[in-house]
């Protein structure tokens, strides 16, 4: 059974850094393409930043180009993304999207975890 779990979400402030994880089990593959989504309150989801399974390409969203970077170790199972300079625009709920194909930031992924909360104040 696949599982995927975000943690790292929480209360900060705008300028601030968070740091997110996302740690995923059960799948076949020991090389996997990672993606961040995220949902702001009461839009669409929106594509963050992805990985390839190869570890070798990143994509981000204009939004946050330049403030965040992603990164994954297939050893432990375990991607990251790291967020500085967060603006309260950030707000949303965070998602890892997980699979053995690489979408960039679509949301064709298979495996997707429940999210985690992510909150910048002015």
């Known amino acids: 059974q ?7 979400g929480g209360l900060v402030q705008a300028g601030t850094s968070l740091n997110l994880s996302c740690t995923f089990s059960g799948l076949t593959s020991d090389d996997n393409a990672v993606a961040w989504f995220r949902q702001p309150p009461g839009k669409e989801r929106e594509g ?4 390839t399974w190869s570890g070798v390409d990143t994509i981000y969203a204009d939004p946050v180009k330049g403030r965040f970077t992603i990164s994954k170790d297939d050893a432990k199972h375990t991607s990251y993304l790291d967020m500085n300079n967060l603006k309260p625009e950030d707000t949303g709920v965070y998602y890892c999207a997980v699979d053995v194909f690489d979408y960039g930031l679509n949301p064709e992924y298979k495996f997707w975890g429940q999210g985690t909360t992510v909150t910048v104040s002015p």
Do not use: L, T
Request: hydrophobic share 45%.
């Open 2 to 8: 696949v599982q995927v779990v975000e943690s790292g």
């Open 48 to 51: 963050v930043s992805c990985i």
